[in-house]
């Protein structure tokens, strides 16, 4: 395999309310599609991301969707590294992005973390390192 990038994909419930949400709440700036489009993909200043119908994607690949389950532990974080994870904790909050606590620094990992979710329920993560 020639590896030329990569990327993600999420396979999301509701595509407007996650459109709405990359875009107009953590306003990445939208690379191609729309309300109508289905799948949309969004410039983060790092790896590409996108999202896309969790229906649409089962029905893709042949195979029915599989509901998410609620309980489920996390399969997955999607990491966007900042300059200042403080600064982005209160510019997303006064966006009405709900947290799972305020920052906090990890000496173990190297990093400052703040952790929320998508309207998927998909766990995100903001950081910066500690190393200054």
Do not use: K
């Not at 993600?8 to 939208?30: I, K, W």
């Not at 790896?47 to 994607?57: K, V």
């Amino acid at each position: 395999m020639s590896l030329i990038g990569t990327g993600a994909r999420l396979l999301v419930t509701d595509y407007q309310r996650a459109l709405c949400f990359y875009r107009d709440v953590l306003r990445f700036p939208l690379t191609w599609g729309d309300e109508s489009t289905g799948y949309a993909a969004f410039d983060t200043g790092g790896a590409p991301l996108a999202i896309f119908s969790r229906q649409a994607m089962a029905d893709a690949v042949g195979a029915g969707a599989q509901p998410a389950a609620a309980e489920a532990q996390d399969t997955f974080v999607l990491t966007f590294v900042v300059d200042d994870v403080d600064t982005e904790y209160e510019r997303l909050r006064g966006r009405g992005v709900a947290f799972t606590a305020p920052p906090v620094d990890r000496p173990d990992w190297g990093e400052r973390t703040a952790h929320f979710r998508d309207p998927d329920g998909n766990l995100l993560e903001l950081n910066h390192s500690l190393a200054g």
